[in-house]
Structure formats: structure tokens, C-alpha cells
């Protein structure tokens, strides 16, 4: 059931109360499956329950307002909201519990998040976009409090962009701006900076965004008196208020079991926010939370008892009622049969998503148990076995761990046996693991034909006596190439506009092509983020600028959380394609210098992480990543910008391949690989080693995630028998992961004839100036004598000991 929702305006009597009795339907039944989900936790079906009892009055008003192509980005308490749409149905609402791995069955995320987590599918099946315009869409959830609000910021300036900007086509993603972005937050996770930071970014733009305010006066067990000044976030922010002279914000407060008040808040902010472009806060009060925060505990712990029986008072459900019976819109028999009947639907939905769940693991454990039983007969660890198979037997419920731990503890009982009862479990194991680890770990890149690590290479070509650049003039012009092959690509950052950003790779791009495309923004990492976050999933090509690496560290949680983990937590169902542009290594000063890159990889997979050595290979890594639809972090050198390059001749086309290294200097004793501007550190040691009869074997990685594709590093291992990884990240940091990835994961230890071995930063930031710099990361003479000494432990003769 989802009826064509209508406002207020254009309705008549009898359609109103079409909609009354709509909305009541809905209201009981979000709550009875918060009721239900609570006890299907507590009875341990399901592992955890957060629900949106309480706020279904607000939601029902604002589905109200929600219009084919707006866009939610909400937290773990809408689910009645998805209910009004027709985006969530009971039994789904189950399998979300239950955590099914059908995405048929469970669209939200297959099981990969717990429920509550909401999102709709922007994408068909051959990773295409949908027609957005013609469903209405949320951006997919995430748990950390305020996490969802920066993404919130671009989703709605992508109106502002498709609205604005002439040169972009808004086919399939926009109707002329017309879209509302829709935020949700509980009141005490406004107190998180994500909120204030969003809150002020969109307040600058001007951007089509309403945000909610869900207040039940509790942040888990603790009150608004210890969340927000004077308890109360619409009176803080009054200064946002928007004024005849000046930009800022419509602020309006509402009832949370005020209906009509409620249907008339959300009208009016859609109205404002929809057509002015101006955002909107909406602070819904007098909530309330009737189990609670979550399964993990009970209110009643923490609540008076004067506020519990406020709370019971004024349940928006118990008083939507009243207000239906006080009007005589319906009498009580009709609400009581109503109520009825949904209650059983309910619990049929329930036990229709259980037996969905639970009868496939049933099919695979009657298979397994025979397979157990087989074999204990042909074992002479029949009794061992025949203890397995009775455990599982046990086991009226099973999940797939249950089948896969029983059958992997039986084997060890036939170690060293050789029968075809085995075969057959071994065999049966091998396809049970391979047919459901795929639904734990897809996904986490792109698995299309068109991912990034397909994009073929496209080498730098060059007129017969290149012109001799800054390396800063090679990126300028390979953005302009850009800018003018691809209408959708936009550019943000601090400084990254009026002065073409603080190295001017972008100079004069903001001149030409406008400052919607290449444009400035507040000192603010974690909505730069976001907004390109909410763009990208809007169609656009988003280029976000962090100004330096440690800078990263504001917005980190962002990408990592967000970003990193978006394809995969929707299964392949929505995409967000942004670049995130940044400069590092070898800075100034402890802030300024450090390499967070053991953390970074690990903290982002999902993203590729690109760490070119110059300029050129710098701007292959943005033509490649244009051609593909995933995110990346390009990290610049910094101290390149003023190096002198040969400028290619095919800036826009040249591409560099990622997940590939590459060999900058053949050599035959030792393995060298390195990256970023630590290599070309490396690059004129090995030119001072061949004086003293070395010769090393130059590698740089480029492409940390991922890392080396085609195994060249193994190849050059095999070859010299020797390896040395270079890197300015603290010890057993970036080093650590490349040293797995090669020995561990391709295998070189079998080649080595000397221990391998990692020289990195010291464990300390580094110190400020030239003589910070050396005396704190690898320098020349720390890479000579660290290869030399490899060298002499080999041969003392020929490489007799320097000190």
C-alpha cells in the first residue's frame, strides 16, 4: 500500500481521510515491528535492535513532503519513514534483523548492516545509473552519530549545481535543482562537530537541505541538559536565522504528536527549501522513546518515573489516535480492527522472513549431517565424529557459521585417511565456502568490467624537444584538458579557486570555467568530503581538494566510514565516484610532514590509494580515474610542483595504470621499491651505488591500493634475490603492508638469499627545516648505507664495512 501522497493544498474530505487512516495504518505498523524486532533480539534470533519507536508521527509528515528525485540521508530511527514511501516492507524489516544475505529479500544491505540502516538503489544491474528523477532515493546509513550530515550537504548543493550550471546535463539526476536533500539526526548527536560543520557549510551555499531534528530530551541514558546549551538546539542556532538583508536559515519548531502541525511544517519547509534554495531546520520536540535507546538496555534505568509516565502520555502514536477519535475521522471498532489485523500481519511477515532465513541453512545441514554420517562409518574416529554430528543435530536453528565450524572440526578426526567419505566433505566444504563468502566480501571495489584497474595504460608521449615545466604547469593543463572532456567534473577546496589552489595547479581554471565548477570553500576538511561524497552519488564528477596530507586526518572518519565503505555496504547498488586530491611527503614541521600512510591504507580500503612520483604520472592517475566510476586518494608530491618535467603532448589522454608498479632502473643485486618523493631520493642513490659496484633495481609502487597486480615485484626479487623497501612512514607502518603483500602474498620469500628489509622514518614526527627533514626520514646516506650494508653481509670482500 502506498498511495499517491498529496499536501494539504489539493485535497479534498474524503482524501484526507484516506490519508488520515494511511497514516495511522503505518504508524502501527512501524511500531508493532519495533515491538516484535525487540523481542525477536531478546530471544536471540536476531543480535541487536534499534528502532524508530516514538518519532513515527514526524517521519509519516515528512514522507508527506518527499518527492520523486529528493534524497534522505538519515540515521537508524526512519524506518516508518521508509514504510510511508513503500521503500520498506514488514517482512524486510525482518530480514534486516535476521541479517539474510538475499538482496531480493533484504535490500538494504543484504546483511551486511544491522537494521535500520536504509538505503534505495541507484543503479542497474550493469552498474548504470537509474532514472533518479523518477524514484524517490536514500543515501545509504551509516552508524556513527552526525556521520550521515557532511554527505547531506552535497547531496542537496548538487541541486544548486544542476540548477546553476548550464554546461551540466541533469538527465536522469536532476528537474532543474528541484530536489530537497532530507536530513535526519537525533538531538544529542547534534552536539557532534559533523552537524555544526554541515550546518554551517550549507548555511554558506545556500543549499536545498532540510534538516530534523528528532528530540526525545535524551542522548542513550544522558539528558539534554548535558548535550546542549540552554537544552534546546533551534534556540542556539537562532543566529542562523535568516533575515530581508541576509542569507541564512528558515528555523521552525514543532510538536512530535502534532500531526497537523506537523503536515503543515514539512509543507512549508519543502516549499522553501524546494524552490528558494534556502535551507531548513526543522526541531521536532516533545519525543519520545518507549523502549528505549536500543536492546542493550532498558530506559527505565535512567528515566524518572514522572518522565516515563510523560513519555506514556504523550506517545505520538496514542495521541494521533486521540486526535483521529476527538475529530470523528474514525470511531474506535474501526481503529481496534485495523490495529487488528496489522498486528497479525505483522507477525506472519515475521515468521515468513524466519522460515526465508532459516530454511536454507536447514537444507544445507540435513546434507551435511548425512555427509557427517557417512563418514564417521568409514573413520576409525567414528566416536570423535559421531560427537560432531550430534552437536549439530542439536543446533533446531542453524546459521552458516554453525555448518561451516562443524564441518571444517570434523576433518580434523580423518587427518591422514583416504576415502571418498572425506572427498565428499572436503569437496562439500570448498563449495559451501566459496558459495557464501562472496556474500560477506563483494563488492568492496568495483566489480565491473569497467573498474579502475582495467583502465588500459596510456603512456606520456612527447613532442622531439619537449618544453622543460614546472610540474605544476603539467597538472594546470591536464585539468583544463579535463574540464573541457568532462562538463561534470568539478573541483573544490580551500584556495583551490580565485588563486588556482595553493600551488597553482589549478590557475586560471576558475576564470574559465566558472566558480560552481572550480570553486573556493571554508576551512573545513569534513564537509569538503561531504559534499563530494553527495554529489558523486548525484551523478556528478566531484574532485575534492584537501590541502595537505595531515589535513586529511579532520575528515578521515568521513572517507573511512562513508566513502571507503559504500559500494560494499549497498552491495553494489549505489556508487559514489569522488576524487579526493591531496599533497604530502617530505613537507615542514611535525604537522606539515608527517606520513600517515600506514594508517591511511588500512582506514580506506574500498578507495584506491595513489602515491604518484611526479607531476605526469600525477595526472595519468586523474584520466584514469575519470574513465572508471570509483573513488581514489591521489596524493602529490609537494615538493615537485617547482621540479622541471617535459611536458607531454597528450595531457587529458595519457593514463597511468593503477594496481601497477613500475621499474624505473633495471638493475641485478638488490630489489629497491619505493614511492612518492622518497624515490627520487632513491633515484640518485643509485646512480652513487654504481660507483661502488652495486646495482640496484629500482621500483616505485604508485598504486598502494592496489598494490602490484601483475607480481613485477616478484619478478625482480626472483631475479636479484635481494629486497629493500624505502618509505618516510614510521616504522612498521606503510613498509609493514608492503613487505605482506610481497612476501607474504606473492610468495618471494622463496627467492630471497638475504633477510628483507625496511628502512622508514623515525618513530617521531619530523622535525621542522632541512635538518629536521634529514635527521627524521630516510636521506640519501641512510639509503646508500643501509643497501651497502645489505651488500657487504652478502659479500664482505667486495663490500668491505663503511663504519
Known sequence: MNPDLQTSEDISFDEFRKQIFYDYEIAVMSRECSLLGRREVLTGKAKFGIFGDGKELPQLAMARSFKDGDFRSGYYRDQTFMMALGLLSPKEFFHGLYATTDIEKEPMSAGRQMGGHFGTFSLQEDGSWKDLTAQKNSSPDISPTAGQMPRLLGLALASKIYRNEKSI??????????????????????????????????????????????????????????????????????????????????????????????????????DIAREEHVPVLIHVTELTQPQGHSTSGSHERYKSDERLAWEKENDCNKRFKEWILSNKIATEEELAALEKRIKTEIRMARKDAWNEFLNPHKEDKKQLVSLLGALEQS???????????????????????????????????????????????????????????????????????????????????????????????????????????????????????????????????????????????????????????????????????????????????????????????????QKAPLIVRTRGHRLEGIWHSGSQMGGIIHLLRGMYILVPRNMTKAAGFYNTLLKSDEPALVIESLNGYRLKEPKPSNLGELCTPIGRVETVKEGSDITVLSYGSTLRIVMEVASELKEVGIDAEIIDAQSLLPFDLEKDVLRSIQKTNRLLIVDEDVPGGCAAYLMQEIIEKQGAFQYLDSPPQTLSANSHRPAYASDGDYFSKPNAEDIFEKIYQIMHEVNPTDYPSLR
Not at 526525545?216 to 546542549?228: C, E, F, H, L, R
Not at 559534499?531 to 595531515?550: K, V
Request: with cysteine; hydrophobic share 35%.
Open 169 to 270: 546535463k541533469g538527465d536522469n539526476f536532476s528537474n532543474n535543482g528541484n530536489e530537497v536533500a532530507w536530513g535526519t539526526i537525533g538531538n544529542a548527536s547534534t552536539s557532534e562537530g559533523h552537524f555544526f560543520e554541515t550546518f554551517n557549510a550549507a548555511g554558506v551555499l545556500q543549499v536545498p537541505m532540510v534538516i530534523s531534528v528528532w528530540d526525545d530530551a535524551y542522548g542513550i541514558s544522558v539528558p539534554a541538559k548535558y548535550q546542549t546549551t540552554k537544552e534546546n538546539i533551534s534556540e542556539i542556532l537562532k543566529g542562523f536565522q535568516r533575515t530581508e538583508e541576509e542569507a541564512g536559515y528558515e528555523i521552525l519548531r514543532v510538536k512530535g504528536w502534532d500531526y497537523t502541525a506537523l503536515i503543515h511544517a514539512y509543507e512549508n519547509a519543502s
Open 379 to 573: 573413520s576409525p574416529n567414528k566416536v570423535f565424529i559421531n560427537k560432531v554430528k550430534n552437536d549439530l543435530i542439536a543446533i533446531e536453528e542453524p546459521l552458516k557459521k554453525d555448518l561451516a565450524s562443524h564441518a571444517r572440526k570434523a576433518l580434523r578426526y580423518v587427518l591422514g585417511e583416504e576415502t571418498t567419505q572425506k572427498t565428499s566433505l572436503q569437496q562439500w566444504i570448498s563449495d559451501y565456502l566459496g558459495r557464501n563468502q562472496h556474500h560477506f566480501s563483494s563488492h568492496l571495489y568495483s566489480e565491473l568490467p569497467t573498474n579502475a584497474t582495467n583502465i588500459s595504460e596510456i603512456k606520456a608521449t612527447y613532442a622531439e624537444n619537449p618544453e622543460s615545466v614546472d610540474g605544476r604547469i603539467i597538472l594546470r593543463d591536464n585539468f583544463d584538458a579535463l574540464f573541457s572532456k568532462y562538463p561534470q567534473v568539478l573541483i573544490f577546496g580551500e584556495d583551490s579557486g580565485a588563486i588556482g589552489d595553493v600551488n597553482q595547479g589549478l590557475e586560471g581554471l576558475q576564470k574559465k570555467y566558472g566558480k560552481l565548477r572550480v570553486s573556493d570553500t571554508g576551512i573545513r576538511e569534513t564537509t569538503i568530503i561531504g559534499q563530494g561524497i553527495g554529489m558523486a552519488l548525484r551523478g556528478l564528477r566531484p574532485i575534492a581538494e584537501i590541502q595537505y596530507l595531515d589535513y586529511l586526518m579532520y575528515c578521515l572518519q568521513t572517507l573511512s566510514d562513508d566513502l571507503a565503505t559504500l559500494l560494499y555496504r549497498t552491495v553494489g547498488k
